[in-house]
């Protein structure tokens, strides 16, 4: 397992260094030149961000779930003290999801 999670992370850290150093490195003089190009570069950035935030939930939710199942499994008796708690950790991590969302719409639709 902690081979696979350092395949993941290693994958995710060159994929975040290609998406940030790429657009530096073949940055043109120009500046965006008109309306439309500003407009593609807004959807494209609000269409990258609820998609990292997405993932991201996801991957909490994921996590949330296995270890509040797991410590229901490993005792019963304390089902309704782990419940309250995990339903309560996803309603936060939904939040934060729904911020991105916000935040993408905001960039999307000025």
Do not use: C, H
């Not at 940055?27 to 593609?40: C, F, G, I, M």
Request: charged letters at 15%; zero cysteines.
């Amino acid at each position: 397992m902690s081979k696979l999670k350092k395949l993941l992370t290693t994958t995710l850290a060159t994929l975040m260094q290609v998406l940030i150093l790429a657009p530096v490195a073949l940055a043109q003089e120009v500046a965006a030149t008109n309306d439309k190009d500003v407009l593609k570069w807004r959807f494209i950035a609000g269409g990258f961000g609820i998609a990292v935030a997405a993932f991201g939930g996801a991957l909490g939710q994921g996590k949330a779930a296995a270890a509040a199942l797991e410590g229901i499994s490993r005792n019963p008796g304390a089902r309704q003290e782990v419940f309250i708690p995990f339903i309560l950790g996803l309603a936060l991590i939904e939040s934060l999801v729904i911020y991105a969302l916000v935040i993408s719409l905001i960039l999307v639709f000025p």
